[in-house]
């Protein structure tokens, strides 16, 4: 157990529809990161948040956003979801910045119909 | 940005078996993770290791960051072993990104 939680673990949802996925980080993390995984990119790095602040984007699309709150847990929002949007999709959260060790929650398996 | 290769991209091995896991990295990172992804699909952290060596138990894994590549060693392999392997750098030009390799699939059999 990596002390990272994600919830839901499954999300089943049809097309156009929007969900959103939640993380909260280890105990003592200031900084997540969402990363996406699917069967023709891999693993993508999509967004990284430190202490409620954006530090980073990658690879994340304009109908994806994501928030930290002040107690540190993190949303990402999928919005007019696409078939190719079926994805797991990682939280993973260090001390503090991207020198320190990353550690990954199970992962949400998102599945668009 | 910085690439990440890994080989070989699969592995099948009888139990007891040893083997050798490479990842090749085309700029100095400041960041190098191997992670053991389970058939459930869990990324397990295994070594945090931008430069040197570590040993845990029958894994253990080497950075030679001058050289830019990292090895993981697993010594007599067993059935739970089985499972894909990434490598995973961070680096300055890559902003605060882990930048994943494509993975070495290993198939332990009994």
């Known amino acids: 157990d990596s002390g990272v939680t994600q919830t839901p673990k499954h999300l089943i949802t049809a097309t156009g529809q929007r969900v959103t996925l939640r993380c909260s980080p280890r105990?003592?993390?200031?900084?997540v990161y969402w990363y996406q995984q699917s069967l023709d990119q891999g693993l993508q790095f999509l967004i990284h948040?430190?202490?409620?602040?954006?530090?980073a984007k990658g690879n994340i699309l304009e109908r994806f956003s994501a928030q930290q709150f002040p107690d540190l847990h993190s949303e990402l929002n999928l919005s007019s979801l696409e078939l190719g949007d079926s994805a797991l999709y990682f939280c993973?959260?260090?001390?503090?910045?991207?020198?320190?060790?990353?550690?990954f929650g199970p992962g949400t398996r998102l599945t668009v119909l | 940005g910085i690439q990440v290769e890994q080989s070989p991209p699969d592995l099948i091995l009888q139990e007891g078996a040893n083997s050798t896991l490479r990842c090749n990295f085309s700029d100095s990172v400041n960041n190098l993770q191997w992670f053991h992804q389970n058939p459930w699909g869990q990324l397990i952290n295994l070594f945090y290791?931008?430069?040197g060596t570590k040993q845990n138990g029958r894994l253990s894994a080497t950075t030679v960051a001058t050289e830019r590549y990292s090895l993981l060693y697993i010594s007599s392999s067993q059935t739970t072993d089985s499972g894909v392997y990434f490598c995973a750098a961070g680096a300055n030009q890559a902003g605060t990104a882990l930048i994943f390799g494509k993975g070495t699939t290993l198939s332990v059999s009994s």
């Open positions: 948040y430190y202490n409620g602040e954006e530090r």
């Open positions: 105990s003592g993390d200031l900084s």
């Open positions: 290791i931008p430069s």
């Open positions: 993973a959260s260090s001390f503090r910045t991207s020198y320190n060790e990353q550690f």
